[in-house]
């Protein structure tokens, strides 16, 4: 969905921002912002928050939804389970601020909590988790030994999903710019209607 590499930010919700900045006639900066720091409050000098974010990951005004995702686990190579039920007392990666982390929580896991969904990953590859629970799309790429995710070890990983039901993916306006938000909906809602959305996703493979 995001990721950086060396010539800069890439990604579906990188994608997806820069046109919007488009339709808005601005350029968009992109600026790294774990989930985490967006507790105590939408980020200062930022418009829109973006990156696999659900209602209330962030505080401020959610959009029209973009998209929807799910929680998956992701285990090590020597952890057997395949539910939520397996993961109490072993020690499980999470984003802070993530779905992750409450479902890892609601579990009875030890949380081994991180800044970022590859970060949870990088812990379980390298042995520092037993397991983690991130989004599919990152699971799935990261699984796979997808290059873009640094993950040439994943390819001894599986994934299984979390439970519960998928949810809408949205872009997050800081609060009060009430029209902000609105014409960020209708530039969503007009993607989905001439196809731009299914294209970016067919860019990304998700």
Same mark, same amino acid.
């Given at each position: 969905?995001?990721?950086?590499?060396?010539?800069?930010?890439?990604?579906?919700?990188?994608?997806?921002?820069?046109?919007?900045?488009?339709?808005?006639?601005?350029?968009?900066?992109?600026?790294?912002?774990?989930?985490? =720091?967006?507790?105590?409050?939408?980020?200062?000098?930022?418009?829109?928050?973006?990156?696999?974010?659900?209602?209330?990951?962030?505080?401020?005004?959610?959009?029209?939804?973009?998209?929807?995702?799910?929680?998956?686990?992701?285990?090590?190579?020597?952890?057997?389970?395949?539910?939520?039920?397996?993961?109490?007392?072993?020690?499980?990666?999470?984003?802070?601020?993530?779905?992750?982390?409450?479902?890892?929580?609601?579990?009875?896991?030890?949380?081994?909590?991180?800044?970022?969904?590859?970060?949870?990953?990088?812990?379980?590859?390298?042995?520092?988790?037993?397991?983690?629970?991130?989004?599919?799309?990152?699971?799935?790429?990261?699984?796979?030994?997808?290059?873009?995710?640094?993950?040439?070890?994943?390819?001894?990983?599986?994934?299984?999903?979390?439970?519960?039901?998928?949810?809408?993916?949205?872009?997050?306006?800081?609060?009060?710019?009430?029209?902000? =938000?609105?014409?960020?909906?209708?530039?969503?809602?007009?993607?989905?209607?001439?196809?731009?959305?299914?294209?970016?996703?067919?860019?990304?493979?998700?």
């Amino acid at each position: 969905m995001a990721f950086r590499d060396e010539s800069g930010p890439k990604g579906f919700d990188v994608d997806l921002v820069e046109l919007i900045a488009e339709a808005l006639g601005v350029r968009a900066e992109i600026v790294d912002t774990p989930v985490a =720091a967006m507790r105590g409050g939408f980020p200062a000098d930022a418009d829109l928050a973006a990156g696999a974010l659900t209602a209330g990951m962030a505080p401020g005004l959610a959009s029209s939804a973009y998209g929807e995702t799910s929680p998956v686990i992701v285990w090590g190579p020597s952890t057997r389970g395949t539910d939520l039920r397996a993961l109490r007392g072993r020690r499980v990666a999470a984003a802070l601020g993530s779905p992750g982390e409450r479902l890892a929580r609601q579990a009875g896991a030890a949380l081994v909590g991180t800044y970022l969904p590859e970060q949870s990953l990088t812990a379980v590859a390298q042995g520092r988790a037993d397991a983690a629970i991130v989004e599919a799309p990152e699971a799935l790429d990261f699984a796979a030994g997808d290059p873009a995710s640094g993950a040439a070890s994943g390819a001894r990983l599986r994934t299984t999903p979390a439970g519960g039901p998928a949810v809408p993916l949205v872009l997050v306006v800081r609060p009060g710019a009430d029209d902000l =938000a609105a014409y960020v909906s209708a530039v969503i809602q007009d993607l989905r209607a001439q196809g731009g959305l299914d294209q970016l996703r067919r860019r990304w493979h998700l």
